[in-house]
């Protein structure tokens, strides 16, 4: 007869989750100088490897019809895309300087770089993107069709911050399956950090509710030996982006957790029942899943 040991629950050990390997965009001369130094210093912070990956395309029509018509037209094609060889070199070239020290590996492809980057989403449990840039999806990934597709956490980094300390940590929480992946795909960082504050923003009428969920949310977390507590903020307007923001900024938490949903197709997005705003200007690190 075979005798079964139970471990005593004092004698568990909780075994951190970690991501082994991060996915950025990278681009030449200094266009993703800031992006590139952060997710570095994360990988080496994290001793996990850093893949660069260089993209760029163009929109072939201007040279395939009008006055680009004929013989002219595949003779500029071809231009164009030795061009954009260049510029992956030189992308190359900014990645490695800007990833010193780190463990890093390169790849490159002429395509737009939102979709590069969701293509090799398989190799990575992490990609680091910039908010929305102005400089069109050519050369520069838009952050909403990154987390729309990927089907990994994405790491969004803010101006002005170069490094992601992790130290306090607020998850927007809404009871929705992107928030519930999002609090999954964000163990690696709420397993290192000193203090995670689960915040949920409700209409007046139904603290209640979300007091029991937040509740729960904190004893599952406690459960894989995150120190959590729970925080329902009650809200009579739309702004819950800045009240999370405002949170954030009193528990001086550097990251916010959150889940993304929305229909990329129509740019309409809601990411944990806050705005868009999460992806063009945040105020410090978002990691977002859907």
Not at 32 to 38: A, K, L, Y
Not at 106 to 131: C, E, F, K, M, N
Not at 201 to 213: H, L, Q, S, T
Request: a negative charge; hydrophobic letters at 45%; glycine letters at 6%.
């Amino acid at each position: 007869m075979t005798k079964t040991m139970e471990r005593p629950a004092t004698q568990v050990v909780v075994r951190p989750d970690t991501y082994a390997t991060i996915l950025v965009h990278a681009e030449p001369e200094q266009a993703s100088t800031h992006r590139v130094e952060v997710a570095a210093r994360l990988a080496r912070d994290l001793e996990a490897r850093l893949i660069g990956l260089g993209a760029e395309t163009f929109d072939p029509a201007p040279y395939t019809s009008g006055a680009f018509m004929g013989v002219a037209g595949p003779e500029l094609v071809g231009l164009v895309q030795e061009q954009i060889g260049k510029n992956l070199a030189a992308a190359e070239v900014a990645f490695r300087r800007d990833a010193a020290g780190a463990d890093v590996e390169w790849r490159a492809t002429q395509d737009y770089p939102h979709r590069a980057l969701t293509g090799a989403a398989h190799a990575a449990d992490l990609i680091v993107v910039s908010p929305k840039s102005k400089r069109g999806d050519l050369v520069a990934a838009d952050p909403a069709d990154v987390v729309m597709a990927a089907g990994r956490p994405v790491l969004v980094v803010p101006e002005g911050r170069s490094h992601l300390v992790g130290m306090n940590v607020v998850v927007a929480w809404k009871n929705t399956r992107e928030c519930r992946r999002a609090l999954t795909d964000a163990l690696p960082f709420l397993q290192r950090a000193d203090q995670v504050v689960v915040v949920a923003v409700v209409k007046p009428g139904v603290n209640d509710a979300a007091a029991v969920e937040t509740d729960d949310v904190v004893a599952n977390l406690k459960r894989h030996g995150i120190e959590a507590r729970a925080l329902v903020s009650t809200l009579d307007n739309d702004a819950v982006e800045i009240e999370i923001e405002r949170i954030a900024a009193l528990n001086g938490a550097d990251l916010i957790v959150a889940g993304a949903y929305g229909h990329s197709r129509l740019r309409e997005w809601a990411l944990g029942g806050v705005s868009d705003s999460f992806l063009h200007q945040p105020s410090c690190f978002v990691l977002l899943s859907h």
